[in-house]
Protein backbone atom coordinates (compact mmCIF):
# COMPACT_ATOMS: atom_id res chain seq x y z
CA UNK A 1 0.00 0.00 0.00
CA UNK A 2 1.17 3.31 -1.06
CA UNK A 3 2.39 6.01 2.03
CA UNK A 4 0.76 8.81 1.99
CA UNK A 5 1.64 12.62 3.29
CA UNK A 6 -0.22 15.53 3.32
CA UNK A 7 0.20 17.92 0.36
CA UNK A 8 -2.45 20.24 0.83
CA UNK A 9 -6.33 21.91 2.03
CA UNK A 10 -8.44 23.16 -0.73
CA UNK A 11 -11.03 25.25 -0.77
CA UNK A 12 -13.11 26.15 -3.72
CA UNK A 13 -14.41 29.93 -3.57
CA UNK A 14 -16.30 32.29 -5.28
CA UNK A 15 -14.15 35.40 -5.41
CA UNK A 16 -10.05 33.98 -5.77
CA UNK A 17 -8.99 37.64 -5.03
CA UNK A 18 -10.87 38.97 -1.74
CA UNK A 19 -10.18 35.46 -0.44
CA UNK A 20 -6.98 35.45 -1.27
CA UNK A 21 -6.60 39.20 0.69
CA UNK A 22 -8.51 37.78 3.56
CA UNK A 23 -5.86 34.96 3.87
CA UNK A 24 -2.67 36.88 3.23
CA UNK A 25 -3.86 40.41 4.68
CA UNK A 26 -6.02 39.88 7.59
CA UNK A 27 -4.40 36.53 8.90
CA UNK A 28 -1.04 37.39 7.33
CA UNK A 29 -0.11 33.77 5.26
CA UNK A 30 1.99 34.16 2.92
CA UNK A 31 1.19 33.81 -0.74
CA UNK A 32 3.46 30.88 -2.74
CA UNK A 33 1.78 31.28 -5.85
CA UNK A 34 -1.00 31.65 -8.53
CA UNK A 35 -1.50 29.48 -11.22
CA UNK A 36 -4.28 28.39 -14.05
CA UNK A 37 -5.30 25.27 -15.32
CA UNK A 38 -7.49 23.87 -17.80
CA UNK A 39 -7.59 21.65 -20.80
CA UNK A 40 -8.64 18.04 -21.19
CA UNK A 41 -6.60 16.60 -18.68
CA UNK A 42 -7.33 18.58 -15.87
CA UNK A 43 -11.21 18.18 -17.14
CA UNK A 44 -10.92 14.41 -17.13
CA UNK A 45 -9.18 14.72 -13.45
CA UNK A 46 -11.77 16.92 -11.90
CA UNK A 47 -14.79 15.50 -13.35
CA UNK A 48 -16.26 18.53 -15.15
CA UNK A 49 -16.50 19.28 -18.47
CA UNK A 50 -14.29 21.85 -19.89
CA UNK A 51 -12.63 22.17 -16.56
CA UNK A 52 -10.69 25.84 -16.08
CA UNK A 53 -9.74 26.93 -12.88
CA UNK A 54 -7.44 29.29 -11.33
CA UNK A 55 -5.50 28.35 -8.00
CA UNK A 56 -3.44 30.00 -5.33
CA UNK A 57 -1.86 28.92 -2.65
CA UNK A 58 -0.72 30.10 0.56
CA UNK A 59 1.70 29.02 3.13
CA UNK A 60 0.04 28.48 6.64
CA UNK A 61 3.34 27.01 8.55
CA UNK A 62 4.23 23.94 7.01
CA UNK A 63 1.04 22.86 5.33
CA UNK A 64 -0.53 24.66 2.12
CA UNK A 65 -3.60 26.10 1.57
CA UNK A 66 -4.95 25.91 -1.72
CA UNK A 67 -7.67 28.63 -2.89
CA UNK A 68 -9.64 27.27 -6.43
CA UNK A 69 -11.84 29.41 -8.27
CA UNK A 70 -13.85 27.56 -11.49
CA UNK A 71 -15.09 29.38 -14.51
CA UNK A 72 -18.47 27.90 -13.50
CA UNK A 73 -18.09 28.52 -9.56
CA UNK A 74 -20.83 31.58 -9.59
CA UNK A 75 -22.07 31.40 -6.00
CA UNK A 76 -20.91 31.62 -2.54
CA UNK A 77 -21.92 29.08 0.02
CA UNK A 78 -23.88 31.43 1.87
CA UNK A 79 -25.75 32.69 -1.22
CA UNK A 80 -27.41 29.07 -1.82
CA UNK A 81 -28.16 28.95 1.54
CA UNK A 82 -25.81 26.26 3.16
CA UNK A 83 -23.69 28.17 5.37
CA UNK A 84 -21.33 25.88 7.23
CA UNK A 85 -22.32 25.25 11.00
CA UNK A 86 -19.48 22.78 12.18
CA UNK A 87 -22.10 20.62 13.42
CA UNK A 88 -23.19 19.16 10.41
CA UNK A 89 -21.95 16.31 8.72
CA UNK A 90 -19.24 16.81 5.81
CA UNK A 91 -18.61 20.61 7.36
CA UNK A 92 -14.78 21.48 6.90
CA UNK A 93 -12.69 24.06 8.79
CA UNK A 94 -9.09 24.75 8.56
CA UNK A 95 -7.15 24.93 11.76
CA UNK A 96 -4.32 27.69 12.23
CA UNK A 97 -2.23 27.55 14.99
CA UNK A 98 -0.79 30.50 16.74
CA UNK A 99 1.36 31.41 19.37
CA UNK A 100 -1.22 33.90 21.67
CA UNK A 101 -4.71 33.03 20.50
CA UNK A 102 -5.59 36.13 22.90
CA UNK A 103 -3.46 38.51 21.21
CA UNK A 104 -4.53 37.16 17.70
CA UNK A 105 -8.16 37.98 18.12
CA UNK A 106 -7.40 41.19 20.03
CA UNK A 107 -5.32 41.97 16.63
CA UNK A 108 -7.72 41.00 14.06
CA UNK A 109 -9.47 44.00 11.92
CA UNK A 110 -12.97 44.72 12.59
CA UNK A 111 -14.39 43.57 9.66
CA UNK A 112 -13.34 40.31 10.13
CA UNK A 113 -16.59 37.58 11.27
CA UNK A 114 -15.57 36.27 14.11
CA UNK A 115 -17.95 33.21 15.92
CA UNK A 116 -16.63 33.71 19.49
CA UNK A 117 -14.15 34.98 21.95
CA UNK A 118 -11.21 33.17 22.47
CA UNK A 119 -12.17 30.18 24.91
CA UNK A 120 -9.86 27.63 26.40
CA UNK A 121 -11.80 24.25 26.21
CA UNK A 122 -11.60 20.88 28.44
CA UNK A 123 -8.13 19.57 26.80
CA UNK A 124 -5.89 22.68 27.46
CA UNK A 125 -6.82 24.29 23.80
CA UNK A 126 -7.58 27.81 23.36
CA UNK A 127 -9.47 28.32 20.27
CA UNK A 128 -11.66 30.93 18.60
CA UNK A 129 -13.21 30.58 15.12
CA UNK A 130 -13.90 33.32 11.91
CA UNK A 131 -15.38 33.08 8.79
CA UNK A 132 -13.50 34.37 5.47
CA UNK A 133 -15.31 36.02 3.23
CA UNK A 134 -16.81 32.76 1.23
CA UNK A 135 -18.21 31.89 4.76
CA UNK A 136 -15.62 29.05 5.32
CA UNK A 137 -14.84 28.22 8.93
CA UNK A 138 -11.40 28.98 10.10
CA UNK A 139 -10.57 28.02 13.63
CA UNK A 140 -7.88 29.94 15.48
CA UNK A 141 -6.11 27.53 18.39
CA UNK A 142 -3.41 27.52 20.48
CA UNK A 143 -2.72 23.74 21.37
Known sequence: ????????????????DRTVSFYRDKLGLDLLT???????????????PEAHA?????????TRLELVT???????????????????PGTTHVG???EDV???H????????????PQTTESGTTIFFVRDPEGNLVEVLSP
Open 1 to 16: MSEFTAHHVGITVSDL
Open 34 to 48: RFEVGGEAFSTGVDL
Open 70 to 88: YDSTSRSASEVGSESRLDT
Open 106 to 117: AELPDDVETLSE
Open 96 to 98: LAV
Open 102 to 104: EDC
Open 54 to 62: EFAHLDAGG
